[in-house]
């Protein structure tokens, strides 16, 4: 709380607070996160998430990474790409993405939520955003989800992937003609395989108003 | 429940089914067994014999009886394995009509059929023999149920959602029985119950808290039917199983209070009573985990008993049981943390057959028990002497715990929801509200008042029992109605795709990274570090280092899907290849050898697994493999090499071996083993038993065929209108009518003929699945240049090549990147087309074929309900 009040910029953070969502308090937690990550600089750089050491054993790390410096998830509409350096405004733009939502919503808000949380994870696995998750990117993930599981993990990995992408082709196209290829899942696919998934209610975790960050370096 | 069974215990008599009277009489139990069958006419009858038989077993006897009746020694063991036969009795004629089950849950349906039963017995009593006993209750039919919800537990959801459980089963339960038993105290200060009632402030606080607890047994009967969403079904499951220790605690402090009366209760005491709470509580769980960790510890070693293996569960699940109860710990919740405890790493440890015994095991007795506990509330109420009516007291009983109930969860709810991520919604609070159904617990604990410190005992039992009925039968029934009319939320049941489960665990990664990110430490930083340490530690210690090495969950999948494609593969061939099959008596199959070139350079890793594995199957399809006769025949096939037997010659001679072989069979059937099952290892025998398998089925299947084409044929139109849907190729099955399929099915082999019935026995939740796993080539359909020989022979030569089977060319595999690895196969299909050949002969209409491809237009339903074959 004291930090809160320390800061200097507390009118950027009103305009922050109002664009993502956050509460001050809870502006004023992550400001601090972002300053102890960055080691006090004003930007965070790629280098510099690799100094937490829970994230080193997460095995989609490096997909996680890239999506704090993809331009899609900044919620601006400066298109795509990726970024070499992000400042606070960005770090926080991708954190409201697991933002939960409040409580009494309505129904076109609830799926606005939906849609914009699915995006995120949708950019998370289409890396060179043309708009459909190809099998390449597909087994990339999965890949490097299995990358833990030592010896097994490629051609396993491959396998699964493979499997799913059959499996979505066969839920999305209905039936193909055996010469017909699919080309990947587009987004309106995601959002419709992905249907029973309830990620506006999963996809969230929780912000603390109170400062814990000294628990976990 | 500890020291009020331990009170109540009788000495001598094991089970005291028959003991409401005190003494064992011969006309008691004698009633009991025509009432099983109907006609009870018998009864007074046979008592004579029996009882004068029995008598007479022990005295002095001249010479040796032929037949003496031993009724008095095996009164007691015949008595419960009778009512155990009533009791499946009277669920199977239940379970009947599934219209009656739809509406009215089986658990009211089994109150009610004890209430006739029960009639019965007074009937020809004129006095109620056979009572649900405490002892009988809490020692024998409580523990297996417990055991079974906590061993098939939902691990993840349980313990995520477990603060909120805790906050309903602890404070709830605390504030349902402090506000029913003051409220009626208050009542009764108010005269609503008359005047001559002699129940005292603590007497209803006892009352109270037997009263307020929500039973599980209840609970899981009623909600199991109605499938609402996962996390209410946990809150209310989750919260019935554990406000056990809470209403241990209660019911035994308020006990002794009553014993010591008013004036001597002190702060000292009621601080007592609290810290008892943590003490039977906290210590029921540990003691539970123990015994959990034991039987993981002893499943790592049982390698060379697999036959007895299971059987440890069940006793340790019941000596952590029984050791709570010595302690007077909650039982309860020591059986329940022992099933969670265990779990996974049994699953993981145990031989898959043994993994199956224990969840059928578990099943038949908990649903066994279940049965029983029910049938048994209901016998016990039809007698008079516990029935004791004061409308205020059962009537403001029944209307306190409801609303009473109803703002406690919803106050309870305001607040959690002021902590949780997901909030609980409205609709969902009502439900958990109105399912606070009430059971055979409190009825148990009910009776085990004791009648000289309470004197209205019996009224409390009735009203335990109004409660009972209340709201098992009537808000059990209600349930259902309710949730539909509410929306409630379902439980998603169809199974996860592939993609939902691998995006499941990008989720929970995820979900860590940026909480590790943020800096927060919330429900995934704990529960990834607890995985972390679980991967670590326990599993070091608690798994088999060869289960440990699987269990990936991702690769589990995959694993299954394989399976399952293997064994629809399987299921494919005998249907449409069976008859070819069965012709040709030489015919094999081989994948291995099929397949061998393919296999290896494209899927080392799995099929290398898949051949030295021994096929684990995975828990959720052991039903649908096991009961497959010839699972073994068939997945041994790809064992065998048979190069150069397709000479005629050599088919000869195997023939002629077989033969010899199928005789050795019978003297190796006869081998009996206590401690091993024997799987027939032996090529011939299992060549031998397929073709016989397949000889019986071509048998029924020709039946069907020929003689009931009427019952056939709505096969087909279901066909067409699936065609017309999808815009293609209607006109197949109209031109040809459907009659012709018995008649042609013998020339144009199997494929034509099981193409028509293929759609039915495949339950369509495998289907798409079947797609999925094509990538394992050892599953594929056959395209090789290279047929089998009864689908070459059933051409007729006709075709002069293969004749693969209508699915396996609609329905071949196309990643983008598989489209070069199965180019080559592909073309290899270039055979004409009984389909198309049939067109071209019926039709002229019809296009020709364009050769070599596309394989005509899908005659087949959408992929997702076809299966790839």
């Known amino acids: 709380m004291g930090a809160l009040h320390s800061l200097p910029d507390d009118p950027q953070h009103a305009d922050l607070a109002e664009k993502t969502g956050f509460s001050l308090e809870q502006i004023g937690i992550l400001r601090k996160r972002f300053k102890q990550l960055s080691a006090n600089e004003e930007t965070l750089r790629r280098e510099d998430f690799n100094t937490i050491p829970d994230l080193a054993c997460n095995p989609i790390r490096s997909q996680i990474i890239e999506a704090f410096f993809d331009r899609r998830n900044f919620r601006q509409s400066d298109g795509a790409g990726t970024v070499r350096e992000i400042g606070f405004g960005e770090f926080l733009a991708v954190m409201s993405h697991f933002r939960p939502p409040s409580i009494h919503l309505k129904e076109e808000q609830r799926e606005a939520i939906r849609m914009e949380k699915l995006r995120f994870l949708f950019n998370m696995h289409d890396t060179d955003n043309d708009g459909t998750i190809t099998l390449e990117e597909y087994r990339h993930v999965v890949e490097e989800l299995l990358s833990r599981s030592g010896a097994l993990g490629k051609e396993t990995a491959k396998g699964i992937a493979d499997a799913a992408m059959l499996e979505v082709a066969s839920i999305s196209m209905g039936h193909m003609e055996p010469d017909e290829f699919y080309e990947g899942i587009t987004f309106e696919h995601f959002n419709k395989l992905l249907k029973e998934f309830e990620i506006e209610s999963r996809m969230n975790i929780r912000f603390m108003n109170m400062d814990t960050p000294t628990l976990c370096k | ?869």
């Open chain 2, 1 to 869: 429940m500890p020291q009020p069974i331990r009170e109540s215990a009788p000495k001598t008599v094991l089970i005291q089914l028959s003991l409401q009277n005190g003494k064992p009489n011969a006309r008691g139990p004698i009633a009991s067994g025509p009432n099983a069958s109907g006609p009870n006419a018998s009864g007074p009858n046979a008592s004579g014999p029996n009882a004068s038989g029995g008598g007479a077993g022990g005295a002095a006897l001249e010479g040796i009886p032929g037949v003496a009746l031993q009724w008095i020694d095996v009164k007691t063991p015949f008595l419960v394995a009778l009512w155990i036969l009533v009791a499946g009795l009277a669920k199977m004629v239940i379970e009947v009509n599934h219209n009656v089950t739809n509406y009215i849950p089986e658990s009211a349906l089994l109150i009610c059929c004890g209430f006739l039963l029960g009639g019965v017995i007074w009937g020809a009593d004129g006095v109620q023999t056979f009572t649900l006993t405490p002892t009988v209750f809490f020692f024998y039919l409580l523990p297996q149920v417990i055991l079974d919800a906590g061993y098939t537990m939902p691990n993840k959801l349980f313990f995520s959602n477990l603060g909120a459980i805790l906050v309903y089963a602890i404070i709830g339960t605390c504030w349902n029985a402090a506000s029913v038993g003051l409220s009626l105290w208050g009542c009764h200060q108010g005269g609503a119950m008359g005047p001559d009632l002699d129940i005292g402030l603590l007497q209803y606080l006892l009352f109270g808290s037997l009263i307020a607890a929500v039973d599980p047994v209840a609970v899981l009967a009623v909600f199991e039917q109605v499938h609402v969403n996962e996390v209410l079904f946990i809150m209310v499951f989750g919260e019935s199983l554990l406000n056990d220790g809470v209403t241990v605690v209660l019911f035994n402090v308020f006990d002794a209070f009553v014993s010591l009366g008013g004036p001597r209760i002190n702060a000292a005491e009621i601080v007592k009573g609290i810290v008892s709470f943590f003490v039977v509580a906290f210590g029921g769980s540990l003691l539970g985990l123990v015994f959990g960790v034991l039987i993981c510890l002893v499943t790592r070693v049982t390698k060379n008993i697999r036959i007895i293996e299971p059987g440890f569960i069940f006793v340790l699940g019941y000596l952590s049981y029984l050791t709570a109860e010595m302690l007077s710990l909650s039982a309860i919740l020591a059986i329940v943390f022992c099933g969670i405890a265990c779990q996974r790493y049994i699953k993981a440890n145990m031989d898959e057959a043994s993994v199956a015994t224990v969840q059928h095991a578990m099943k038949v007795l908990a649903n066994g028990s279940e049965t029983i506990i029910f049938l048994f509330l209901g016998i016990s109420a039809i007698d008079k002497n516990i029935w004791v009516w004061n409308t205020g007291f059962i009537l403001l009983t029944l209307l306190f715990i409801f609303v009473y109930r109803i703002m406690g969860v919803f106050f309870l709810t305001w607040i959690l929801n002021k902590f949780r991520l997901v909030p609980v919604e409205y609709i969902d609070q009502i439900i958990m509200s109105y399912g606070g159904l009430r059971g055979a617990v409190a009825y148990g604990l009910a009776v085990m008042l004791d009648e000289s410190k309470i004197k209205e005992k019996n009224l409390m039992i009735s009203t335990t029992l109004v409660v009972v009925y209340f709201t098992v039968i009537l808000q059990g029934v209600t349930m259902k109605p309710l949730v539909n009319w509410l929306k409630v939320k379902r439980a998603a049941n169809a199974e996860l795709t592939l993609i939902e489960k691998v995006q499941n665990k990008v989720f929970d990664h995820m979900l860590v990274a940026i909480e590790d990110i943020s800096g927060q430490i919330g429900h995934n930083y704990m529960r990834d570090k607890w995985n972390n340490f679980e991967v670590k530690y326990l599993s070091w210690l608690l798994m088999k280092p060869s289960a440990r090495r699987n269990r990936d969950r991702l690769f589990n999948v995959f694993h299954q899907l394989n399976l399952r494609d293997a064994m629809s593969y399987v299921n494919e061939g005998e249907r449409r290849g069976s008859l070819e099959f069965i012709r040709n008596e030489s015919a094999f199959v081989d994948f291995k050898k099929k397949f061998d070139t393919d296999i290896s350079d494209m899927m080392p890793d799995i099929t290398a697994d898949a051949a030295d594995d021994t096929l684990p199957v995975p828990s959720h399809m052991g039903g649908t493999w096991r009961h497959h006769d010839i699972p073994s025949v068939s997945l041994e096939m790809q064992d065998q090499d048979l190069k150069g037997l397709r000479e005629a010659e050599d088919i000869n001679s195997h023939h002629l071996l077989q033969q010899h072989l199928y005789k050795g069979r019978k003297q190796h059937r006869h081998r009996y083993s206590r401690s091993h099952f024997h799987v027939n290892k032996d090529e011939g025998e299992v060549q031998e038993i397929f073709q016989r398998t397949m000889r019986t089925r071509l048998e029924s299947f020709k039946s069907t065929k020929m003689g009931a084409a009427k019952k056939m044929s709505h096969h087909p139109k279901k066909e067409d209108l699936q065609k017309t849907a999808n815009g293609n190729a209607s006109d197949w099955g109209r031109s040809r009518p459907h009659g012709d399929a018995g008649i042609e099915f013998p020339e144009s082999g199997g494929a034509a003929g099981g193409q028509r019935s293929y759609g039915d026995p495949f339950p369509t939740r495998v289907s798409y699945r079947l797609g999925a796993g094509v990538e394992n080539p050892a599953f594929m359909p056959d395209v090789e240049t290279q047929a089998p020989p009864w689908l070459t022979e059933a051409d007729g030569g006709a075709g002069a090549s293969v004749e693969p089977s209508q699915r396996a060319q609609l329905h071949l595999p196309w990643t983008p990147s598989n489209l070069r690895r199965l180019a080559p196969l592909r073309i290899s299909t270039q055979s004409s087309d009984s389909f198309q050949r049939a067109d071209a002969a019926s039709g002229p209409e019809t296009p020709p074929p364009p050769p070599p491809l596309p394989p005509p237009p899908p005659s087949h339903p959408p992929p997702h309900e076809g299966s790839h074959m």
